[in-house]
Structures are given as C-alpha cells and as structure tokens.
C-alpha cells in the first residue's frame, strides 16, 4: 500500500467520526507523537506508537521515502499477524494511527512528544532542532534518537533544554526491550520521570543514564564491535569463526560482526567517531578495514553486503 504526504494538519488514514449534533466530522481524541524520519529506526518507532493507540506524524522528506517508511510498518505488522502476535483488526488500526508530513511545522501541532530519528550527524540534527524549537508546542517534550551525539550539545541549539532529552531506542525496536533515557546537563527530572513513564506504557524498560559520549550501550559495544573487525584485519580469524567463538563462547546471541551488518558499517562508523573525537583515546580509532568497507558501500544488511553476504 503506498500513500500520500499531508501537507496540512489534515489526517489520511484517521478514522473518524461525527458529531451526532452538528453532524462535523471531528477527529477521535488521542495522545499524539511526532516522529522525524522515517528510516530504520523512524518507522520502527512509529509503529510502537501507534501499536499503543497514539496518533503518530511521521515526517518525511518526499514521496518515495514516505511511501517506504509506510510499507515498511506494513510488512512488520504483517509479520506479527503472522506470528499472531497481533490479528489483521489490530494490524488495519494500527495504521489507521499512522499519518504522513511533509512539513514538520504541521506535523507537530498538537504533539506532547517529539521525537528526532535522523541521520547520526550533528548538523543534520542541529538544523532538524532548530527548526522544531520554532513551530513545536511550547509544553512539548524534544527527545532525539541519537546513539551517541551529546545531548546537552543538541540541548543547546533549543530554547528549551530542560525540556530536552536522549530517548535511545535499539532495532528493531518494536522488538527489543530496552530504552535509554539519556538526561541532558540542564534536563529536568520531571521530564525523565515522564519519557521513563512513557517507555513503560509501550512495553519497554527504561534506564536512565546520564549524557557522555556513547552513553552506555555504544560505550562498551563499539570498542567490542572495533576489536573483532581488527581481528579479522590483522588476519587472526574470520568473521565467521570470530562470531562463532563470540557467541559459543561469551553467550551472545549474535556475534559481533553480524551486529556490525545489522546495526549498518556506515552508523558503526559515525559512533566510533562521535566517541574518538570526544575522548581523544585510542582505544576508539577505527579500524582501517571498517573505514574501507563504508568507503566501498558494503554497509551490511541495507546493501546486501558488509561482513556477510544477504
């Protein structure tokens, strides 16, 4: 199913109903989130929302991205039909919660929460949150989904960072538990008490942590994700046999060189970067081999090629 980007406030897949007295059409009165972006990350958090009966503005840039963000949610929904985890009523109101921008000052009229999910670049997210600072409500809660940029940094391009904060979620995300809520310098306990609360009414586990580069999830997974590419550059091993041992032998569900391929070369990259430039330390330079392959385009799953073949 493809579909068509609103320019106004105007709703394309909202049920609605009338008004038996003035016989209007109103809109059915829910909580609303806006998210900006529609990529990997983007549409797997709109489709959390609106599983929770949010109505939820997704902001793209053109058609074409829209149209993907929107079969993307389709195919998962399906999946979960499949699996039973939801039935084909669920899965048809779910996307009735779903409404596509183009504009992001109409998107978000109305919403309590917004959330960035852009690409992992400090100047993309500077312009994204400047201009949300401008048309955003003035109650309303600015989260981004970076995986290592400074919150306090992005904080500081607002007029509002103590309404500002880290809502870090893992793909995919409707999938995976957890939900860093990465306070900011100047963010206000209030405000994390109330994402922690929002995490939790969408299946999630919150942890709160405070703003350092990579926070805590990427801190320690990078350098990991680093060293096994290292390995299989210094000719120690195999991706192959460096997951098999990761996994045979620490447990993990996924060796760390599939992670790379799933979480994409290219995001690998930018957080290796975010987290070497801020500390200055060694121990997060790139592997040269992980710089190559991103130069090469074998970015992992989204390609077809990284580390593995798809």
């Known amino acids: 199913m493809c579909c068509k980007i609103e320019n106004s406030g105007q709703n394309t897949y909202s049920e609605t109903r009338k008004d038996p007295k003035k016989n209007n059409i109103i809109m059915s009165e829910k909580k609303k989130v806006s998210v900006i972006g529609g990529g990997t990350m983007g549409n797997g958090i709109a489709q959390l929302f609106a599983l929770h009966e949010y109505q939820v503005h997704v902001v793209e840039t053109n058609q074409e991205l829209a149209d993907h963000a929107f079969e993307a949610i389709e195919i998962n929904l399906d999946r979960m039909v499949q699996k039973e985890k939801i039935d084909n009523k669920k899965k048809k109101e779910t996307l009735q919660?779903?409404?596509?921008?183009?504009?992001?000052?109409?998107?978000?009229?109305?919403?309590?929460?917004?959330?960035?999910?852009?690409?992992?670049?400090?100047?993309?997210?500077?312009?994204?949150?400047?201009?949300?600072?401008?048309?955003?409500?003035?109650?309303?809660?600015?989260a981004t989904n970076t995986s290592s940029i400074s919150i306090t940094k992005l904080a500081a391009v607002t007029s509002r960072p103590n309404?500002?904060?880290?809502?870090?979620?893992?793909?995919?995300v409707p999938v995976m538990k957890l939900v860093e809520v990465v306070s900011g310098l100047q963010t206000d306990p209030e405000v994390v008490h109330r994402i922690q609360q929002t995490a939790k009414e969408l299946g999630k586990v919150p942890v709160p942590v405070k703003d350092s580069p990579g926070f805590v999830s990427n801190r320690v997974l990078m350098p990991m994700i680093n060293e096994a590419i290292f390995c299989v550059y210094e000719g120690a091993a195999t991706p192959e046999n460096v997951d098999e041992i990761m996994k045979l032998g620490m447990g993990h569900p996924m060796g760390?060189?599939?992670?790379?391929?799933?979480?994409?070369?290219?995001?690998?990259?930018?957080?290796?970067?975010?987290?070497?430039?801020?500390?200055?330390?060694?121990?997060?330079?790139?592997?040269?081999l992980l710089v190559q392959m991103v130069d090469a385009g074998n970015l992992g799953d989204k390609t077809g090629s990284g580390f593995y073949k798809y």
């Open 97 to 142: 919660c779903i409404h596509l921008f183009q504009a992001a000052e109409d998107a978000v009229k109305g919403s309590e929460l917004i959330i960035e999910a852009v690409p992992e670049e400090f100047e993309i997210k500077k312009q994204v949150f400047s201009d949300l600072d401008e048309h955003a409500p003035e109650d309303a809660i600015l």
């Open 163 to 172: 309404r500002f904060i880290g809502m870090h979620f893992f793909n995919p």
């Open 256 to 288: 760390p060189l599939r992670l790379a391929d799933f979480i994409g070369l290219d995001v690998c990259l930018d957080i290796l970067n975010v987290l070497y430039e801020s500390f200055r330390d060694s121990k997060y330079r790139p592997c040269p």
